[in-house]
């Protein structure tokens, strides 16, 4: 056990299970970096240095730097999938799905069961979500909803290194495509990390925090947003219960009822879009099957419905705060 | 006689009467679905693939068990071609419930892994993606095996058509893509769609060979997959075929086909039919005798009545289990 940052936990996760099977490939547009190029062999491990060192170690049959050809990469990346290697695909930014989406919610997602149950897909998408970095509305949405919309996909996104590194883990070994969301504001974040492989199971939701006031559930880098107001509130007398989710495919909703049935009243804290989105889904499964416990209406914290701007006070105001989640804790307190 | 020369050193009398025989089947199966759709038996959205016959088995004739072939929607020739269960095949696109996908995917979506056949798509392009992946697993798996794409013309403008001919090019996987420009995506020709008129001639773009053939002219076909196929296997990169064909029906079965000049099918059944030239060409040379063929359209013809009578009485998926297959863990 060591402290790690994500950035560390999930290359450590990566060559771990590299090193486990070897048909595990990586595959994607500089995920070493440098291909051809004439400089410095393995100079990038992708834009934010996650892979990096993974082509020295591994070497080009299982390193793959590809053109930018999102479509035609991950749509070989499924046949490598079906034929029986483990690819972990790179999408870089989530927000260029627009580009390989029929690949993805066509066909890695409907593979199996479009063709009666022949084949398996054990395919990892890894992407970046997420705002904060001021780079604008193409590099920075929460599509995790759009991911979580399709039968057939699995999707996780881990809050910290510990959670990132086991459900990584999982994500490799699973023999469905899953799309692995890391947010690009917790690469820095730091936490212990066993050095040793562990895998963390699908549809399980973290309690991060106990408390019998309200339920707060919070996704992704939002965890540590909800638990800034949760400290908060704490020294108000409110306790608040923090479930992270951790997989939104396959969905916890077991834990989210009881926990609100518990409290009676629940806030999500989401980044990703007001509408259609996983505060939506989450506020319509507790309406529809723990009504009678709710002692409040649902409150939802989530952007406002709009793109992503790149001016840094916008981005402020788009991104979620611990001020909107504890208005919204004292709105269901009664306490306005 | 340079063609009986040739023939006779590439191809067996066998292999001959089975290249006839696949191609006869397709073409009774296919005048038969067209005939049981008209009734209103058959679900869904049907493509047909008489007239193109040569083509899907002028590329499956190449291939080994180790080899994937990548179907389109027009996929019930190839899945024929290919040996899929001809019961099976005929089972999923009626959408029963042992049809070769258990009625999951019906007549676009012909699927077999066992028989080497994958995913016809209904994003049309994208098989060339996915060969491209199942060849580089026949690489680092060291297999010995290839894939053939099979993508139209209207397919061959998608954009994932061009990156995987890129990707497929710089990383020399052993992938073939087999073009099959019958002249119209849906009703839109590719006299119209397609920049310069010829698609083949992209290869060249993407350093690879790129040559077109007859379609209708099975030994054409033959000849130019045989090599594209060898080359793939020396390690030496894909190919692009381009093979010019027209299909008997429509883009589905019920479109009426206005947008098709007056007596164009007409001509090419007359003039162009793949069978006939196969017959004219074996007889000719001597190869085959006329009553042999004869007995081959008589025991397919019969076939094809069994087949057809099997799916028709066959039942639907069982409704319990219609949220299978999902996930891998359901089973």
């Known amino acids: 056990m060591s402290k790690k940052t994500y950035r560390q936990a999930i290359n450590e996760g990566l060559v771990q299970e590299m090193h486990r099977d070897p048909s595990v490939i990586l595959i994607g547009e500089d995920v070493a970096g440098g291909a051809g190029a004439g400089g410095d062999v393995d100079a990038w491990g992708g834009p934010m240095a996650v892979t990096k060192g993974l082509l020295s170690e591994f070497g080009p049959k299982r390193v793959l730097d590809t053109p930018i050809s999102e479509a035609a990469y991950m749509g070989l990346a499924i046949g490598a999938a079906a034929s029986g290697l483990r690819p972990v695909a790179d999408l870089m930014f989530n927000d260029f799905i627009g580009v390989c989406f029929d690949q993805i919610v066509n066909q890695a997602a409907k593979y199996r069961y479009m063709y009666g149950g022949q084949d398996r897909i054990p395919l990892t998408v890894r992407t970046m979500i997420g705002a904060g970095l001021g780079i604008s509305s193409q590099h920075s949405q929460c599509l995790y909803p759009v991911f979580s919309y399709f039968a057939g996909l699995k999707v996780v996104i881990p809050s910290g290194p510990y959670d990132a590194k086991g459900l990584l883990a999982s994500a490799i070994r699973d023999d469905d495509p899953v799309i692995f969301c890391e947010h690009k504001m917790l690469y820095e974040m730091v936490e212990e990390v066993p050095d040793e492989p562990y895998a963390i199971p699908f549809g399980e939701a973290k309690f991060v925090r106990e408390g019998e006031d309200v339920t707060i559930v919070a996704l992704s880098r939002m965890v540590h947003i909800a638990m800034e107001a949760a400290e908060s509130l704490a020294k108000e007398g409110i306790g608040c219960e923090v479930i992270d989710p951790r997989t939104t495919t396959p969905l916890d909703t077991e834990s989210i009822i009881e926990s609100v049935e518990e409290t009676g009243r629940l806030v999500i804290v989401d980044e990703a879009g007001p509408r259609c989105g996983m505060a939506s889904e989450i506020a319509a499964v507790v309406a529809e099957e723990a009504f009678s416990a709710l002692n409040a209406p649902i409150i939802k914290v989530t952007p406002p419905y709009t793109p992503i701007p790149a001016a840094p006070n916008l981005e402020k105001l788009y991104i979620p705060d611990a001020g909107q989640v504890i208005t919204a804790v004292h709105k269901v307190m009664g306490r306005e | ?331």
């Not at chain 2, 994003?123 to 060291?142: D, I, M, P, Q, Y």
């Not at chain 2, 190919?239 to 429509?250: T, V």
């Not at chain 2, 479109?255 to 001509?267: L, M, T």
């Open chain 2, 1 to 331: 006689m340079d063609t009986a020369q040739g023939l006779i050193m590439k191809q067996s009398k066998t292999e001959l009467l089975s290249a006839y025989r696949g191609m006869r089947t397709i073409r009774i199966f296919e005048d038969r679905m067209h005939v049981e759709f008209a009734g209103g038996g058959v679900p869904g959205f049907v493509h047909l693939y008489a007239g193109q016959e040569a083509s899907a088995v002028g590329v499956c004739a190449n291939l080994t068990d180790a080899d994937i072939l990548l179907n389109t929607h027009r996929a019930h020739g190839p899945a024929i071609a290919r040996g899929a269960d001809i019961f099976a095949v005929a089972k999923e696109i009626y959408c029963r419930g042992d049809g070769l996908c258990r009625g999951r995917g019906g007549s676009a979506h012909l699927h077999d892994v066992k028989s080497g056949l994958w995913g016809a798509n209904s994003g049309v392009g994208s098989g060339v993606a996915l060969g491209c992946g199942a060849a580089l697993a026949a690489r680092n798996n060291e297999t010995g095996g290839i894939a053939v794409a099979l993508v139209g013309d209207g397919g061959a403008n998608q954009g994932v058509f061009l990156e995987a001919m890129n990707l497929a090019s710089i990383w020399k996987l052993p992938v073939v893509i087999m073009v099959e420009n019958n002249g119209y995506a849906e009703a839109t020709a590719a006299d119209y769609a397609i920049a310069g008129g010829d698609i083949h001639k992209r290869a060249a773009a993407f350093d690879m060979p790129g040559v077109v053939v007859d379609g209708h002219d099975y030994f054409a076909v033959y000849d130019a997959v045989l090599e594209a196929a060898e080359r793939a296997r020396a390690g030496h990169g894909p190919s692009l075929i381009e093979a010019k064909q027209r299909r008997y029906y429509g883009h589905f079965e019920g479109d009426a086909q206005s947008y098709r000049p007056k007596g164009e099918v007409e001509e090419y059944r007359k003039n162009r039919d793949c069978l006939k030239q196969f017959r004219q060409k074996v007889i000719l040379d001597d190869l085959i005798a006329t009553a042999e063929l004869d007995a081959i359209d008589g025991e397919v013809g019969e076939l094809i009545d069994r087949v057809y009578a099997d799916a028709i009485a066959a039942p639907f998926p069982s409704e319990g289990e219609f949220m299978q297959y999902i996930y891998a863990t359901d089973t």
